[in-house]
């Protein structure tokens, strides 16, 4: 069914009061696993974990700017599948977070709105160009989520287990994308993504 411009405005709002406030649910059980974990370990996990709720905030930011603006009904679909997963994650972080004592990031806020507009910039540059940001964000978030499977302590089976079961699923949604007829971006935009990322990483792994 199709939704009117402010059927999609109302629907991004609800999205972000329900992505900030923690209340937004699972479809999903958390993957599981056992952790034994010192101060300091638990302390850097907790870091580590701060991050990829951050990651799954601006993710859930993104996917709506451009489905509010998205043109191809296939291509809203895709942006919305990836996002009820992405959601599953953010959860999953959330509540990971909680069970090692710790915060989520104070930026969140910040993060979403940052994310929410450059999901809309990319959706009116047109669907195949919005899907080829879907791509390259998540080739980057592949990688970065690879890095945090080398740093997690190893006595963290719990976090292990969420994030490989994270980069699972951002490796099918990038697939998803490049089947949809995503555009390769240009590599200074490449290159601006992930300088991006590495500033809202360091930051929140901290604040």
Not at 2 to 10: G, M, Q
Not at 60 to 84: C, I, K, M, N, W
Not at 91 to 99: A, I, P, S, T, V
Not at 160 to 167: D, N, P, S
Request: proline fraction near 5%; glycine fraction near 8%.
């Amino acid at each position: 069914m199709s939704h009117s411009p402010l059927d999609r405005i109302l629907v991004a709002a609800d999205s972000a009061l329900r992505t900030l406030s923690g209340a937004a649910g699972a479809s999903r059980p958390a993957p599981a696993g056992t952790s034994n974990l010192s101060p300091e370990e638990s302390r850097h996990s907790a870091g580590l974990m701060r991050v990829n709720h951050a990651g799954e905030i601006c993710a859930q930011a993104l996917y709506a700017g451009q489905a509010t603006v998205a043109r191809d009904p296939a291509v809203r679909d895709a942006l919305e599948h990836a996002s009820a997963e992405e959601r599953d994650h953010l959860q999953w972080c959330r509540k990971r977070l909680d069970e090692l004592g710790a915060r989520p990031s104070a930026l969140d806020p910040f993060w979403y709105a940052g994310s929410f507009a450059l999901g809309v910039a990319s959706g009116l540059a047109g669907d195949r160009w919005s899907l080829g940001f879907l791509v390259e964000t998540e080739r980057q978030v592949e990688k970065h989520l690879d890095g945090h499977l080398e740093r997690l302590p190893e006595g963290d089976g719990r976090s292990r287990a969420i994030v490989e079961q994270m980069r699972d699923d951002e490796i099918q949604h990038g697939r998803s994308g490049e089947a949809l007829g995503a555009h390769a971006l240009p590599a200074p935009v490449q290159a601006a993504m992930r300088a991006a990322s590495k500033v809202m990483t360091r930051l929140a792994y901290w604040v």
